[in-house]
């Protein structure tokens, strides 16, 4: 690590010759290979960016110059050559940095992101922005080709391509994958532009016309960009200077490439054809494997996991299988989101029912709808944070309408290392407020499978949301069996408390009801409420506690409170549940007990509440 050692910023880098750049490369890639191998975090995209971030950093005058990393899992990087190399074993970490750009974490991270397809809006804005203020600096926005399946992403090259004087360069950073292999009509076009076929028959015609210097000229040109003199792209029909594709891994094609787009005027497109997993044998093997992987020895690869318990996402893709092999009518839709979702044996086993429409959760919602109106019943697989892109379309095309479509929300609550862009803490409020819709929250594996069931029977739009990784081992029935609808149920009868428990905070409610002898209510369902149960545990206890894994602003536990006030019942009422503020990455365990939602933390806030002895209460107005 001579080289890398002696780097705390970018103006080091550029003191560097150009031929200390390739060595450089070697040394970052070893070292994000051996950083993530201890930490865990994503790997493939991040092997895939180092010559790409090491020429950019190089070339443009950052942070003067703005760099808009899209969704930002490849920017381990980047953080490194921005002074953040010795904070790297903290990834991910409480406390740690984040492993995506983030403002408050350096000048360097000009756009935060995590979410997919918006850096050319952004990297626009900065554009604008500097040609209002004067200022001479370029914006650049690196997107790949997964997140260039997203209408948004069209959206802003609709608008950036009638500005021809602003500083803008949106790099297409294309290696064929996102995180599942990449579909749709963008994939087979950007591979006909790979294909060379335009350009073999333009380098034909030049054989005849150029003299002997230019056409040797042509030759050298050819070897690092053989788009140059390809006819025509969709992407200069919408106002840029399309340049590629090249290799984006050959600095001595890259640097010089972005030397002179530096030195255009104009909206520039630059296409880069990347590896994901580049230089590490096995992530180039198998880039779905190593694109997020925990810790593991680089020399003997990932092993495979001894899963004693099955995750939430193994349950759905049993159910969606077992349900798919039951009724005909149920299709599988996902946005881009395959492995992530679990329906790789779903489309194994019915190709002809599954669909994969991109990094677009706004069609996925519609596509749905429309599959919907002709009989089908679609099953939308998708993340809760995931869902939130796609909220207009839940309710004007699914709810106002009463289709019968099924959403899967995996990720529900928080999610860990991947911290607040990813977390699922606002599905509850978001989905409960909508007419139509039934909403659920299992507490355990077997549960989510029956409300699984119980949603795709509902007539009309139904959602089961569910948390990520394993749950506490129950015994997974493989009928497909239904709950009654908006029934919860007493789990443990106590005295003068009653926690209302929803989904998988039933289990830390029931430790804390040990301590306080408590009673506790499985809820099940968050809409339609069990209001006649909320009203019986009202009658019969003293006070009221409502837990869940998302915002309390909205969510359950005002539902709670909403059926306590229409039918007139004065209750004292604590709310527990996700704060007022966005929650940080780090373990989920560490998380949850810091937001006081584990059984110690839960008892604790029903004690400083209502006081020490149970069931007398101090009641605090």
Known sequence: MNLLNKIDSPADLRQLSRLQLKPLADELRAFVLDSVSKTGGHLSSNLGTVELTIALHYVFNTPEDRIVWDVGHQTYPHKILTGRRDRMGTLRQLDGISGFPRRAESEYDTFGTAHSSTSISAALGMALAARTKGENRHAVAVIGDGAMTAGMAFEALNNAGVYDDINLLVILNDNDMSISPPVGALNRYLARLMSGKFYAAARNVGKSVLPGPMLELAKRLEEHAKGMVMPATMFEEFGFNYIGPIDGHDLDALVPTLQNLKNLKGPQFLHLVTKKGQGYKLAEADPVLYHGPGKFNPQEGIKPASASKLTYTQVFGDWLCDMGAADQRLVG????????????????????????????????????????????????????????????????????????????????????????????????????????????????????????????????????????????????????????????????????????????????????????????????????LDAELVKQLAQDHEALVTVEEGCIMGGAGSAV?????????????????????????????????????????????????????????????
């Open 561 to 621: 409170a909403e059926a306590l006030a229409e039918a007139g019942i004065v209750k004292p009422i604590l709310h527990l549940g996700l704060p007022d503020r966005f929650i940080d990455h780090g373990d989920a365990a560490q998380l949850l007990a810091a937001c006081g939602l584990d059984g110690a933390g839960i008892a604790a806030s029903i004690r400083q509440r209502f006081g020490k002895d149970q069931p007398r209460l101090v009641v605090n107005n």
């Open 333 to 528: 839709i996902t946005p881009a989101m395959r492995e992530g979702s679990g329906l790789v044996e779903f489309e194994r086993r019915f190709p002809d029912r599954y669909y994969d429409v991109g990094i677009a959760e706004q069609h996925a919602v519609t596509f749905a709808a429309g599959m919907a109106c002709e009989g089908f019943k679609p099953v939308v697989a998708i993340y809760s944070t995931f869902l939130q892109r796609g909220y207009d379309q839940l309710i004007h095309d699914v709810a106002l309408q009463n289709l019968d479509v099924t959403f899967a929300l995996d990720r529900a609550g928080l999610v860990g290392a991947d911290g607040a862009t990813h977390a699922g803490n606002y599905d509850l409020a978001y989905l409960r407020c909508i007419p139509n819709m039934v909403v659920m929250a299992p507490s355990d594996e077997n549960e989510s499978r029956q409300m699984l069931s119980t949603a795709y029977q509902y007539k009309g739009p139904a959602a089961v949301r569910y948390p990520r990784g394993a749950g506490i081992g129950a015994a997974v029935q493989p009928t497909l069996d239904t709950l009654p609808l908006g029934k919860g149920e007493i789990r443990r009868e106590g005295k003068g408390i009653a926690i209302l428990a929803f989904g998988t905070m039933l289990h830390p409610a029931l430790q804390a009801a040990e301590k306080l002898d408590a009673t506790v209510a499985n809820m099940r369902f968050v809409k339609p």
